[in-house]
């Protein structure tokens, strides 16, 4: 199972969508599965923006819904053929007979239930979107359904009519019974993605996706599943224990936070001078310290940066102090590798061999490197000698400096942060004091990130380009690529 985190309900419903507008890119005759409920009514919003906007075409697709009250009056607002009218099929351009929706006033249930199991086995569904109850159920397969139930007429049980009483005038008003896919319709689909929004969720995500398999929490049965994402908001993810949390992806940027970061990881950071790495990615080596063993490998001793009066051994000692001073704000562990080819401007096999040697020491999952395009001799070299010691197989972060910022899509990861991290970021910047009285490099590295953050919100994770997305203040990024 897959579990994609993000900060907010409209970032994870934009994730939802990206999973919806895939599915129709790759076969337009895609066959959803579709729920009602407080958690879907953003993604609907969205889907019913982008088809305004001509972005997506539903005209080949058919839908089946999940579930419907039985007994509610036709019309009735709050059946699910109105929600499902009011949210989605009255807005976007489904055919008519290309949806399906339960009759909630059949006069013989068992028997629709047998007709629309049979048109909904016969379609095949590609894409399952489904909530959770509180108490774990999907659709409306309450705790004690059988893994195998096919369509059939269920019994709400009293959480369940809890639940759904805000959407009524009192409980008493709540249907007592509904027509629902069962377990086995849902487990059949070729994918299935659940989203869950809100603590009052947190406990039933945790033991449907870390629990044992078991029919008292429906959602459990979805660890049996080969294609199954969970998108979760912060709060519905805060009881999962041993799962790694992934970040969303918009428009081809991976959107990550504190929450949702690589943990129990070996990272190496190659910082080409002692300050590269406080000042290029000083608020994400923070957060990954709290949950990884970090190690800022310095390159070269910098030594030529600092002005005044003391020799060479002198300018080198300081610009290693300070660069201590700045692991211990970061919790990374600095090693100072001092490459001669900062002096002869030319790689030598000394500098390889003492690369190659630390790296078989340390073994690292995650490497930080300077990116492609940076021109800069000495980041120019580290990128070289780094990439050319590095195991296969690791995952390389490229991240932009101040003094060569990434191109147009040439990045493909955002690490979004706030004041706190940020102040943290800007200790650890000015620990380099031979270098900030000189530059302000505090200043720049500031100004990029908030930057970062107008543009690349506006361009890149706004769907539709109409407002931009909620994140934090501020942007690193980084383009992450297997090595
Ligand atoms: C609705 C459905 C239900 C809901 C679940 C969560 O069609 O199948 O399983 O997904 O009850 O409801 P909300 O989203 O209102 O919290």
Known sequence: MK???????????????????????????????????????????ILRDKYAAGKIDFSHATSFN?????????????????????????????????????DGNTADPDRYC????????????DLALL???????????????????????????????????????????????AVTCGLGNIMAAKKIVLMAFG???????????????TEAVPASVLQRHPDVTFVLDREASML???????????????????????????IVYFSPHPDDAAICSGAILKKLAETNEVREVVMTSGHRAVVGSLDQDGRIALRERETEAEAKILGSLPYFLRLRFYESGELDENDMKKLRELMQRVRPDIAFVPQRSDAHPTHKLSRKIALACLPQGIEVWSFETPWALFGHGKFNAAFEFGEKTMRTK??????????????????AAHAIAH????????????????????TDPYLELYDIKRW
């Open 3 to 45: 579990v994609i985190v993000s900060g907010n309900t409209e970032i994870a419903s934009q994730q939802t969508v990206g999973f919806l507008s895939d599915a129709l890119k790759e076969k337009p005759h895609s066959v959803f599965l579709l729920p009602t409920g407080g958690t879907p009514l953003e993604a609907y919003a």
């Open 66 to 102: 999940l579930d419907e009250y039985l007994g509610l009056k036709k019309g009735h607002p709050e059946s699910y053929r109105s929600f499902m009218h009011k949210n989605l099929f009255g807005h976007v351009n489904f055919k008519k007979g290309n949806v399906y929706i339960p």
């Open 114 to 125: 047998a007709e629309y199991d049979a048109a909904l086995r016969g379609a095949g569904v």
């Open 131 to 177: 909530g959770i109850g509180t108490n774990g159920h999907i659709g409306f397969n309450e705790p004690g359904t059988k893994f195998d139930s096919i369509t059939h007429v269920a019994k709400l049980n009293g959480a369940t009519i809890k639940a759904n009483a805000r959407f009524f005038r009192s409980a008493a008003e709540v249907p007592r019974r």
């Open 199 to 213: 603590k009052q969720k947190a406990a039933a995500v945790a033991k449907a996706i870390e629990g044992p398999v």
């Open 240 to 266: 999962l224990k041993s799962t790694p949390l992934l970040p969303p992806l918009l428009g081809g940027i991976r959107l990550y936070s504190d929450f949702n970061l690589p943990r129990g990881k070996k």
């Open 426 to 443: 800007l200790g650890a910047i000015r620990k380099h004091r031979s270098q900030t009285r000189r530059t302000s490099f505090d200043l």
């Open 451 to 470: 930057f970062r953050r107008i543009t690349i919100a506006e361009q890149f994770f706004s769907e539709l380009g109409k407002k931009p997305i909620k």
